[in-house]
C-alpha cells in the first residue's frame, strides 16, 4: 500500500507565494511520476503539473513561468513553487503518485488534498 500525504496549503495574497510538499510511503519499488492537480469549487479536476523520474516535466499553460514543479528521488517527495498567486488559483491541490510496488503492482495513489486559498 502506498500513502500520499501534501502539505504547504494556506492563505496567501495575489501575488505571494506557497510551496506545497507531497510524500509517498509504503511499499514502493519505484516511482515513475509525480504530479499535482487541482479541483476549485464547481470544477473538475485539472493538471497542473507533473515531473517523470527522469525530471521531465509538464506544465498546464496557465501555470508555465510561475509555477516549478520538483521531485527528490532519494525522498520519494514532490514539491510545487507556486509564484505570482491568483485568485483563480486557488483550489484544493491534489498531490499524484505513479509507479510500482513492491509486489511488482503498478499502482496510482493520490493525497487527500490541501486548500489553497488566494484572497486579499
Known amino acids: 500500500q502506498v500513502q500520499v500525504v501534501e502539505s504547504g496549503g494556506g492563505l496567501v495574497q495575489p501575488g505571494g507565494s506557497l510551496r506545497l510538499s507531497c510524500a509517498a510511503s509504503?511499499?514502493?519499488?519505484?516511482?515513475?511520476?509525480m504530479g499535482w492537480h487541482r479541483q476549485a469549487p464547481g470544477k473538475q479536476r485539472e493538471l497542473v503539473a507533473t515531473?517523470?523520474?527522469?525530471?521531465?516535466?509538464n506544465y498546464a499553460d496557465s501555470e508555465k513561468g510561475r509555477f516549478t514543479i520538483s521531485r527528490d528521488n532519494t525522498k520519494n517527495t514532490v514539491h510545487l513553487q507556486m509564484n505570482s498567486l491568483k485568485p483563480e488559483d486557488a483550489a484544493v491541490y491534489y498531490c499524484?503518485?505513479?509507479?510500482?510496488?513492491?509486489?511488482?503492482?503498478?499502482?496510482?495513489?493520490w493525497g487527500q488534498g490541501t486548500q489553497v486559498t488566494v484572497s486579499s
Open positions: 499524484n503518485v505513479a509507479g510500482r510496488s513492491t509486489d511488482r503492482r503498478l499502482f496510482d495513489s
Open positions: 515531473v517523470t523520474s527522469t525530471r521531465i516535466t
Open positions: 509504503g511499499s514502493i519499488s519505484s516511482i515513475y511520476a
